[in-house]
């Protein structure tokens, strides 16, 4: 049974960090590709970063160059480090897992094709 657990969200003020982690547990870790989403009240969820099957990363264009991506395939982790943190980054993250590649995409427009923990919540005050 595929698990995912997130973990280490917070309230921070506006310019600070914040480090997500996603345990795993269930499944292969490291063939499938693994993603951040997040979720804003009254907004669609939508994607923040992947790690694909052959360890690419990608970012939703509204967090590059101030959020990344990382994973520890020995320990089934993965993780985003949230730096330069906006009032509008303000949301419930969730951590997904799809064995099939361009899941920042394809979690989108297919959620049911993965798998999703329950959610962590970061707020960002300005």
């Known amino acids: 049974q595929v698990q995912l657990v997130e973990s280490g969200g917070g309230s921070v003020q506006s310019g600070g960090s914040l480090r997500l982690s996603c345990a795993a547990s269930?499944?292969?870790?490291?063939?499938?590709?693994m993603a951040w989403f997040r979720q804003a009240p009254g907004k669609e969820r939508e994607g923040v970063a992947a790690?694909?099957?052959?360890?690419?990363?990608d970012y939703a264009d509204s967090v590059k160059g101030r959020f990344t991506i990382s994973q520890d395939n020995a320990k089934n982790t993965l993780s985003l480090q949230m730096n330069s943190l906006k009032p509008e980054d303000t949301a419930m993250y969730y951590c997904?897992?799809?064995?099939?590649?361009?899941?920042?995409?394809?979690?989108?427009?297919?959620?049911?094709?993965?798998?999703w923990g329950q959610g962590t919540q970061v707020t960002v005050s300005s």
């Open positions: 790690l694909e099957t052959d360890g690419r990363p």
């Open positions: 269930g499944y292969t870790y490291s063939t499938y590709c």
């Open positions: 997904a897992a799809d064995p099939t590649p361009a899941c920042l995409w394809r979690l989108r427009v297919r959620p049911e094709s993965g798998y």
